[in-house]
């Protein structure tokens, strides 16, 4: 009918261990948005006698975020899944603005950025200065702030919408893998059904980051160590060269320090290359305390960069070489 609103329902699936204030901050943010045909599914470790409107607490064991996301299909009505992480809450029209896509039946899911929050603290935004910067995140700096809307095969679960029948169709997430559900479930997406996953900037999210240094860099780790992995078990969206840049960078970090010794022409070689990237981590810095008005930010980025680099260059190594990765 012409003029008919299109409104589908919606399922908002939150996975968390506990009711915290992020969750409440979440729940809060949802039930403010100018979309209104919606049900909130919270999926705790264990009952809490937390009641929120249009809310369904549902207790599930200690289980991870894979197989919560996998039991809320058993509680949720939705024609669309919207998958959220607990440390995130929606823009006002992040529905709104998802659900457009669906009206195209070969667009199977739809998602956006998760933007650090202005509430977030000095630690809290040095990290995500680092993810957003391209000297880090290269071509996937979407995933942290706004760019342009296109097709994706590949998107974190944190701000994620799924067709209904084709979450069922595939199976859902692979419960053998967390962090990295979400890249195997958009690859099923677009590898095996050959639908398609648009990113667009206005599907809207703010994420809390977690705080430089040790939670910062563990979070690198774990999501260094599965991409390394899913190189050889799922090489169509793994297998990219800008995944095994940081580990290029270490080697030559630590051979060109050895080599610096054998031979003069290298050692120069070695200090130009390392004086070109000094310098575009001081570039990044000043464009870092310029976006967050904070030159503590800009000064800390610089350091928490290459640590960043490092770690997600050691252990996508070992997730070359490890046979399997936990959970």
């Known amino acids: 009918m012409v003029g008919e609103v299109y409104e589908p329902f919606v399922s908002i699936i939150i996975p968390t261990k506990q009711i915290s204030y992020f969750v409440e901050e979440a729940v ?17 470790d264990e009952e809490s006698g937390e009641v929120y409107r249009s809310t369904k607490v549902v207790a599930t064991g200690p289980v ?6 996998d039991l809320a299909l058993a509680y949720s009505k939705g024609d669309i899944l919207a998958f959220l992480d607990d440390d995130a809450y929606p823009r006002e029209d992040w529905l ?13 899911a739809v ?6 929050p202005e509430t977030n603290g000095l630690l809290q935004k040095v990290s995500g200065a680092i993810f957003s ?15 342009k809307m296109q097709e994706v095969d590949d998107l974190p679960s944190v701000n994620l919408l799924i067709r209904r029948d084709v979450f069922e169709e595939v199976g859902g997430f692979d419960t053998d893998y967390w962090p990295g559900e979400d890249t195997k479930i ?30 910062h860099l563990r979070q690198t780790a774990r999501y260094a160590l599965h991409r390394g992995y899913f190189v050889k078990t799922f090489p169509e969206t793994s297998r990219r060269l800008g995944y095994f840049v940081p580990s290029l960078f270490v080697l030559g970090l630590f051979a060109g320090i050895f080599l610096s010794f054998v031979s003069d022409a290298v050692m120069y070689a070695y200090l130009g290359v390392m004086v070109f990237y ?10 870092a305390a310029w976006f967050n008005k904070s030159p503590f930010v800009g000064i800390l980025v610089v350091p928490g960069i290459f640590l960043t680099h490092v770690t997600y260059g050691l252990y996508f190594l070992k997730g070359l070489i490890v046979k399997e990765v936990g959970k």
């Open 186 to 215: 958009c690859l099923d997406i677009t590898k095996k059904l050959n639908k398609k996953i648009i990113y667009d900037p206005d599907v809207f999210v703010w994420h809390h980051r977690r705080s430089l240094l040790m939670p």
């Open 133 to 147: 910067s391209r000297i880090c995140s290269g071509n996937y700096t979407y995933r942290y702030v706004p760019r």
């Open 278 to 287: 000094a310098a575009l981590l001081c570039i990044t810095g000043f464009s």
């Open 111 to 116: 998602g956006g950025p998760a933007v650090t």
């Open 64 to 69: 991870g975020p894979a197989e919560k996301r």
């Open 28 to 44: 809060s943010h949802i039930l403010k948005m100018d979309y209104k045909n919606y049900e909130i599914l919270v999926l705790p």
């Open 96 to 108: 709104r603005e998802a659900v457009k896509h669906f009206k195209d039946p070969e667009v199977a």
